[in-house]
């Protein structure tokens, strides 16, 4: 009948049955505490090596600089140490030149909470 192979991982999306009630002839371990917290995400693109957690992050504001002009004093803050690979951005600010640069980290997305069992 239903053979499920030792070691299997099953996830377990919200409003689907445990993997004890699919097959209730194998026992189930919930190993959801060795991933907890973590966004699950397909390998490729801007993701970490597989295997490898990759730290949360979001877009923000690193940097502004001010052009003073006519005896207005020129700014230049930065807000972390962002690395030189960064865009600036330029624009005006009541007439005064201006430049922002972000960071370059990506928007982690809205997610929901699965459970992870590994058969034993």
Known sequence: PDSV??????????????????????????????????????????SAPFGRVQGSGAPRLASIKSYGLHGVPSIDTHMEDIGADNKWSNGHYNGFPVAFKVSKSEVRPKNIAIKVWKRV
């Open 5 to 46: 192979p030792l070691g299997f991982t099953y996830i377990q999306l919200p409003h689907q049955l445990e993997p004890g009630k699919i097959w209730p002839l194998f026992k189930w371990l919930d190993i959801s505490h060795t991933y907890a917290g973590l966004f699950m995400r397909v390998l490729g693109g801007e």
